[in-house]
């Protein structure tokens, strides 16, 4: 059976559409509140306290998306983004320097257990403490000086960019540069680029569904006849873009600012708009 995607609303404004874990855990972690209203079609509201669909158990599923292609692409996307969290893209190797480093920990940890354990027999508590001390010092030394060799590791949730990296799904160009670049009718279907540099870029006709183009800079870019069905373009600077003939049927658009940007037969459907609202029809978004 698909798995049905909800529609979150709080305070007004729209997200999603969200599969149901992803739903369970943002109230577990309070990003949701029981009172939010949740909706399959984005017209029936109802709060989540009061839908009985996340107790702690569910009397029947909720009935199936009317557009099962459009929800499998969607949970392939969550699931690339959970992957993401985990700080290593797919293919990544450990460095031997890593995993050295690893290795040297391990080595003290049990070493530092074994004194530990030995003292114990023999010694008085404070000393435990003080031999569990000075290894825990030694330990933090050595890291150190196994550190100096290696380049600054960047703490991000993100799956590690590579901007020479050929256009793939899953890929990720996330903070690179690429102004000015000719990529029309090309491929670049769930691909990763937030906050990636795109001004002036020439994407006609281009596939861009799908992706994550979350604070991305497409400033003056072509995207006439673009497919940007459930791409993430939220926080994006269209300013004066060409997204003449473009298809943005469930694309997320929230905070995304189109000063200037052309719009002339854009395609929407189910489509969130800057301000929040859920759009069927053009008109009723602009």
């Given at each position: 059976?698909?798995?049905?995607?909800?529609?979150?609303?709080?305070?007004?404004?729209?997200?999603?559409?969200?599969?149901?874990?992803?739903?369970?855990?943002?109230?577990?972690?309070?990003?949701?509140?029981?009172?939010?209203?949740?909706?399959?079609?984005?017209?029936?509201?109802?709060?989540?306290?009061?839908?009985?669909?996340?107790?702690?158990?569910?009397?029947?599923?909720?009935?199936?998306t009317?557009?099962?292609?459009?929800?499998?692409?969607?949970?392939?996307?969550?699931?690339?983004?959970?992957?993401?969290?985990?700080?290593?893209?797919?293919?990544?190797?450990?460095?031997?320097?890593?995993?050295?480093?690893r290795?040297?920990?391990?080595?003290?940890?049990?070493?530092?257990?074994?004194?530990?354990?030995?003292?114990?027999?023999?010694?008085?508590?404070?000393?435990?403490?003080?031999?569990?001390?000075?290894?825990?010092?030694?330990?933090?030394?050595?890291?150190?000086?196994?550190?100096?060799?290696?380049?600054?590791?960047?703490?991000?949730?993100?799956?590690?960019?590579?901007?020479?990296?050929?256009?793939?799904?899953?890929?990720?160009?996330?903070?690179?540069?690429?102004?000015?670049?000719?990529l029309?009718?090309?491929?670049?279907?769930?691909?990763?680029?937030?906050?990636?540099?795109?001004?002036?870029?020439?994407?006609?006709?281009?596939?861009?569904?799908?992706?994550?183009?979350?604070?991305?800079?497409?400033?003056?870019?072509?995207?006439?006849?673009?497919?940007?069905?459930?791409?993430?373009?939220?926080g994006?600077?269209?300013?004066?873009?060409?997204?003449?003939g473009?298809?943005?049927?469930?694309?997320?658009?929230?905070?995304?600012?189109?000063?200037?940007?052309?719009?002339?037969?854009?395609?929407?459907?189910?489509?969130?708009?800057?301000?929040?609202?859920?759009?069927?029809?053009?008109?009723?978004?602009?």
């Amino acid at each position: 059976m698909v798995q049905p995607l909800w529609y979150v609303r709080k305070a007004g404004l729209v997200s999603g559409p969200f599969p149901s874990p992803q739903i369970s855990e943002g109230l577990r972690l309070g990003e949701i509140k029981p009172r939010d209203e949740i909706s399959l079609d984005g017209l029936q509201w109802e709060a989540i306290q009061d839908s009985g669909q996340f107790g702690k158990r569910s009397p029947e599923a909720p009935p199936e998306t009317d557009d099962a292609t459009w929800t499998a692409e969607r949970e392939k996307a969550r699931q690339r983004w959970e992957s993401s969290l985990d700080g290593v893209g797919e293919g990544a190797e450990i460095s031997p320097m890593e995993r050295a480093r690893r290795e040297a920990l391990r080595e003290a940890h049990d070493t530092t257990r074994s004194l530990v354990q030995a003292q114990a027999r023999q010694r008085p508590s404070w000393a435990i403490a003080a031999v569990a001390l000075l290894v825990v010092v030694l330990i933090g030394v050595f890291v150190w000086i196994l550190g100096q060799d290696k380049p600054t590791i960047s703490a991000s949730i993100s799956k590690v960019a590579s901007c020479e990296a050929p256009l793939g799904e899953g890929v990720s160009w996330s903070g690179c540069n690429k102004s000015g670049l000719t990529l029309d009718g090309q491929d670049l279907h769930g691909m990763l680029m937030q906050r990636t540099r795109l001004d002036g870029a020439s994407l006609t006709g281009a596939d861009l569904s799908y992706a994550d183009l979350t604070r991305a800079s497409l400033r003056g870019a072509n995207l006439r006849q673009a497919r940007l069905m459930g791409t993430m373009l939220e926080g994006a600077d269209l300013t004066g873009a060409d997204l003449s003939g473009a298809d943005v049927s469930y694309a997320s658009l929230i905070g995304a600012n189109l000063e200037g940007a052309r719009l002339d037969g854009v395609v929407a459907g189910k489509t969130v708009w800057v301000d929040g609202r859920l759009c069927d029809q053009m008109d009723a978004c602009r």
